[in-house]
């Protein structure tokens, strides 16, 4: 089964910014993709997704606005852009087939703190 590798993530302070990327070299990438993430102590939710062309994009109601999903397909890699982060932002963030087709990877972690 295919395993992505996400890459990116850090320690940033609130209001910053990162970029994710998730690539999965092994998989024709020719399928819709998401970004999930999962804080301590918590389930593992849907954070955003993105066609196949890349034309099309949905969002969580909590990320709208300040995260962009966007994807290179001569690249085969996956992006998350990460603007005005919070403290609650802070969670590991995996990337997925729409629907989940992959194995789980070992995500990115992102920690937002001062």
């Known amino acids: 089964q295919v395993q992505p590798v996400e890459s990116g993530g850090g320690l940033v302070q609130p209001g910053g910014s990162l970029r994710l990327s998730c690539t999965a070299w092994n998989s024709p990438w020719n399928s819709h993709m998401q970004w999930f993430r999962q804080a301590p102590g918590k389930e593992r939710e849907f954070v955003a997704r993105?066609?196949?062309?890349?034309?099309?994009?949905q969002y969580a109601d909590s990320v709208k606005g300040r995260f962009t999903i966007s994807r290179d397909n001569t690249k085969n890699t996956l992006y998350l852009q990460l603007n005005s982060l919070k403290p609650e932002d802070t969670a590991v963030y995996f990337c997925?087939?729409?629907?989940?087709?992959?194995?789980w990877g070992q995500g990115t972690q992102v920690t937002v703190s001062s």
């Open positions: 997925n087939t729409d629907p989940i087709n992959f194995a």
């Open positions: 993105i066609s196949r062309s890349g034309a099309i994009t």
